[in-house]
């Protein structure tokens, strides 16, 4: 069965700044996808970034990229120029490329505090 | 695109009762999935389905659950004799071809 780990429960970053999120994952299958969504306090899931396995290309949204390491099955999320509006949790998740249902398998989560 | 619609938004009810979600999912998408999070923790897979077909069940899914997606558009989620255990947030989540998956803002579920 697939795995996603989160290690680090919380972080904080200063507005302006640069973080970057920690994810790890355990597959046996070679094409897959990872993600990694925001989900704001009370609202709704919201995708940032999507990655498809096949690619070696790091995906890049705006302020927000992605370090893809397959070999390590390691997939970190940098943002750039931190905004108060980043504050929330945000969750990495892995999904097979094909085959069966296209349900996501979860991190923990992991809580961004944005300090003003 | 009107995005993906959770009612209620919060459900409290007393232990063992029944209790129904509904999820209207993205017009076009023919894929819908439930899951299911409770505090501190990610979502977790509960059931999926294509169009009206429930392909994929998770062991999460007792036999106190129960999900439809009678015509292939908007789905329902029971939970039968509810227990404390069952208190969470149920998330629905729509999905086109190719297509990432789009949430809701879920039913927050509380058992008393």
């Known amino acids: 069965a697939q795995t996603v780990t989160q290690s680090q429960p919380e972080m904080s970053v200063q507005e302006a700044e640069t973080v970057t999120l920690s994810c790890t994952y355990d597959t046996s299958e070679s094409d897959y996808y990872l993600f990694w969504y925001k989900q704001p306090p009370s609202r709704q899931m919201i995708l940032v970034i999507r990655q498809e396995a096949y690619k070696q290309q790091n995906a890049t949204e705006n302020r927000f990229s992605v370090n893809f390491q397959k070999a390590a099955k390691s997939f970190s999320l940098k943002i750039s120029d931190s905004q108060l509006g980043d504050a929330a949790m945000y969750f990495c998740?892995?999904?097979?490329?094909?085959?069966?249902?296209?349900?996501?398998?979860f991190g923990k989560g992991m809580k961004l505090t944005v300090n003003p | 695109d009107t995005g993906v619609s959770q009612n209620p938004r919060h459900k409290i009810t007393k232990r063992g009762q029944n209790v129904t979600f509904r999820c209207d999912p993205i017009s076009e998408h023919n894929r819908l999935y439930w899951y299911r999070q409770t505090l501190g923790q990610g979502p977790e897979f509960l059931t999926y389905f294509q169009n009206e077909a429930q392909l994929e069940k998770s062991r999460l899914l007792s036999d106190r659950f129960s999900a439809e997606r009678p015509k292939g558009s908007f789905s329902t989620l029971e939970i039968q004799r509810t227990e404390q255990g069952d208190s969470a947030m149920y998330l629905c989540?729509?999905?086109?071809?190719?297509?990432?998956?789009?949430f809701g803002d879920g039913t927050r579920l509380s058992i008393l």
């Open positions: 998740a892995y999904r097979r490329a094909q085959g069966g249902s296209e349900k996501l398998v």
């Open positions: 989540a729509s999905q086109g071809d190719n297509q990432p998956q789009h």
